[in-house]
């Protein structure tokens, strides 16, 4: 089984950064693709940034591109979210979700976490 736990959310301003975590319990999750999702209010569940199990293979939805990077430290068991040039539009709740496969789609995601409110102000 594999528990997932995310912080580092809170309140920032337009332009401003944050740094995301996911820590995870399970020996499991080293053999687990990782991504990153969000629901704004509102809408629906999307896509944000996945990774690899390796941590070498990344890939981003287009409106995050340049301005998100994700990352893995395997030794910790643990995926980043840095958040750069942060938009009002990225107010959500951000939730980390592993699986066995690579997929954009949350449908595909085994494991989630209880999720963590990032809110940034205009």
């Known amino acids: 089984q594999v528990q997932l736990v995310e912080s580092g959310g809170g309140l920032v301003q337009a332009g401003g950064s944050l740094r995301l975590s996911c820590a995870a319990s399970?020996?499991?999750?080293?053999?687990?693709?990782v991504g990153w999702f969000r629901r704004a209010p509102g809408k629906e569940r999307e896509f944000v940034a996945g990774?690899?199990?390796?941590?070498?293979?990344?890939y981003y939805a287009e409106s995050v591109k340049g301005r998100f990077t994700i990352s893995r430290d395997r030794t910790k068991n643990t995926v980043y979210l840095q958040m750069n040039s942060l938009k009002f539009e990225d107010t959500a709740v951000y939730y980390c979700?592993?699986?066995?496969?690579?997929?954009?789609?949350?449908?595909?995601?085994?494991?989630w976490g209880q999720g963590t409110q990032v809110t940034v102000s205009s």
């Open positions: 979700a592993g699986d066995p496969r690579k997929s954009v789609d949350s449908d595909e995601y085994n494991y």
């Open positions: 399970g020996r499991i999750f080293y053999n687990l693709h």
């Open positions: 990774i690899g199990w390796g941590g070498g293979s990344t």
